[in-house]
């Protein structure tokens, strides 16, 4: 019936989502790296106050929600946390016949992402870090 035509444009939103919202984001915080670091070198010296130019004001406007909880080496922490998610939900669609491979690798991805957090301390410390690192550990 006409389910079975619309797969083919489920399937297309679907890669779109998932693929296309993560790299648009890294490709936008890429592009803007230098004005987004040294915004959040102010926001880590607590200097907000300073008045700043109009490329920097416009950069925070437009993306300052996806980088302001992090250091300003891990500005793109961001699409990190999207890949775990991604993960997750990808080893818990393609396993869920095979229940003790889907937990082991559902591990296995948590663990990768414990170890990259702890690597790279992404979070500015009074914000989001604890609760974060608290989140997946439950």
């Known amino acids: ?11 297309l939103m ?3 989502f998932v693929v296309g919202v993560p790299v648009t984001i890294v490709y936008l915080l890429h592009k803007n ?9 102010k926001r880590a010296a ?3 106050a300073l008045p700043v130019d109009r490329t920097t004001a416009r950069v925070r ?3 300052g929600k996806m980088y302001e909880d992090f250091k300003p080496r891990s500005y793109y922490w961001r699409a990190c946390v999207m890949a775990r998610k991604f993960g997750l939900i990808s ?4 396993f869920s016949h095979n229940a003790p491979f889907q937990a082991a690798t559902g591990l296995f ?3 990768c992402a414990h170890v990259a957090h702890v690597e790279v301390h992404p979070y500015v410390p009074p914000l989001l870090g ?3 690192a608290r989140g997946r550990a439950v």
Request: net charge positive; with cysteine; aromatic share 10%.
């Open 61 to 63: 406007v437009r993306f």
């Open 109 to 111: 991805v948590l663990f």
């Open 91 to 94: 080893v818990f669609l393609l």
């Open 33 to 41: 790296r230098e004005v987004i670091q040294l915004d959040q070198g």
């Open 46 to 48: 607590n200097r907000l």
């Open 1 to 11: 019936g006409i389910h079975e035509r619309l797969v083919p444009f489920a399937i």
């Open 14 to 16: 679907g890669v779109c």
């Open 130 to 132: 604890n609760r974060e």
